[in-house]
């Protein structure tokens, strides 16, 4: 950015972030000492608000001081603006007195200080503020009376000749027929006071002031009418040398000021001599005041405003379909300032349970609302449950397993390769089945533990012979289940102590087994001497009274040792007769052949002898 050149003492008007070099107007000084700590003829500065910048030089041993005042034009088309799409943002700018705006495309006023407009897309407007800067005339309210500035006409505290003017509060203290008109600044201060001559073209009030070439100038001053006289001041603004503007009258309403005000473009010129002149040229009236004379640049700065769509998005995704009796989470697709569901929760995300539909709005940083919408649905769940034939199974054993699902059909498969909704296993120990059943992905899973009894062996031992006074112990602890002995004990452990047969039936989780032992009595022989077979059914006969004995014969001799009986049926014994006819009485023998048996299954061949007395 170029710097705009001025000489100190100046008044200086700038947009802010500018810059402006200053330049001491004493060349070739032994010193130059500057406010802002420079000590160089010329300094450049871009002050953010008005600022006085005063050097101090030293010339051949003398020190002169100036300064000037930079005016800093603080100008503001608006705060940036986002906004939802759709909606209109509005700026108000400051700072000027005329306001043009461009782009103009959909903006409500382009010449307006108060602007509006609706757009989807990010815009970037600019605005041209035109501003009016410091007045550059010295005492243009002529507060500090009759100095600063040049008239043609002659200044006297008496007006009563025409091509006067006075200095004062009130007109009326310079002309007995002039009113007590006050002045336009504030009411109680000065004004200038003419009676005016009837020669156009003279000058009135004059002023010579730097300006800046190339630049707009506005000259504007305050007249009022102060005497009763119809002829009303007729003036215009003249610039060197060139009248500027068209002539204007003051109020024919006596103390009634009016602003008249004229624009200039300086060209190349540099100085400006600016000067009020009288066009009226009638003989009687033409007596008005001046005030608030303002020669002031009118400088146009240029500010932007930033209008941006906020153009987030929001979704949280497409219509879903989930398995009955699960859930799901909706929630949106980034982070937002507020959260509202259809649920009535305002949480970032919802657990969703029930098949609905379901929607959120959300607000974003700048206070957008986006709204978006899904519909879930749910579809049958299996549930699956598993029955067997038999459970638990003796090892060895094939079962059978059903599933049963509240949904068909279905894809069922199990974890040991087969499919289907009934399988054969044959398991070696207990173990868990598991099957996975698909319905239109759905999953269900079941499984059920197959109980394997292992298979047990029970052997009571072999049959065998117990004698009086012994016993056997049965002890089947190893064994598992319940037990049930032909005693009718139910423990795993029995003492047998007599002969007989024993059972046993153990039940483990119905895998049953049993065994069965028998007992019998141990070999006992007893031999009468004598018996007496006369038919009275007392001891008619001979024969051993035995126990445990099987195998017997017996052998009947006379006493001259000729065998008169032989039997093998111990249990009838000899009936005393011999060939059919009674035996005599008297003394016999006989020879007893037997099996005696033992515990332990031991069986001996025993012969016995001895004698009878037989006796009717």
Known sequence: MLAQNWTIGSKISICKGEQITITSPINNASNYSWSTGDITQSITVSPESSTLYIVTVLFNGIQSIDSSTVFVFSVDAGYNDTICKGDSAHFIASGGQMYVWYPTEGLQNPNGQYNSVKTDTNVTYYCDITSIGPNNIFNGDFELGNVGFLSNYLYSNNLWNAATYAVGFFPSDHHANFSSCADHTSGAGKQMVVNGAPNPNTMVWKQTIEVVPNTNYIFSSWVQNVGPDANLAQLQFKINSNLIGPVFESSSVICQWSNFYTLWNSGSNTVAEISIVNQNVGGSGNDFSLDDIYFAEVKVCTDSVQVIVDTTQMTIGNDTTICEGQYFFLQTDGVFDSYYWSTGSTAPSIMVLVQDQYTVTCSTPYHCELTDTVNVFFKPQPRLELTTTKNPICEGENVQIFVESSTTPLFLSWDNGDFGDTINVKPLETTIFTVVGNKDDCIDTADIEIEVVPHQTINLGVDDFLCSGQSVYFNLDSLSGNFYWSTDETSNQILVEEPGVYWVFIDDRGCTLTDTIE????????????????????????????????????????????????????????????NDLLAPEGQYYWVIYYVENKSGNIRKEKELHGSLILAR
Do not use: A
């Open 519 to 578: 007992y019998e009595e141990c070999s006992e022989i007893t031999v009468p001497n004598i018996f007496t077979p006369n038919g009275d059914f007392i001891n008619d006969y001979f024969y051993p009274e035995t126990k445990g004995i099987d195998t017997l014969v017996i052998w009947i001799y006379d006493r001259w040792g000729k065998r008169v009986f032989k039997t093998e049926d111990f249990k009838t014994g000899w009936d005393g007769k011999i």
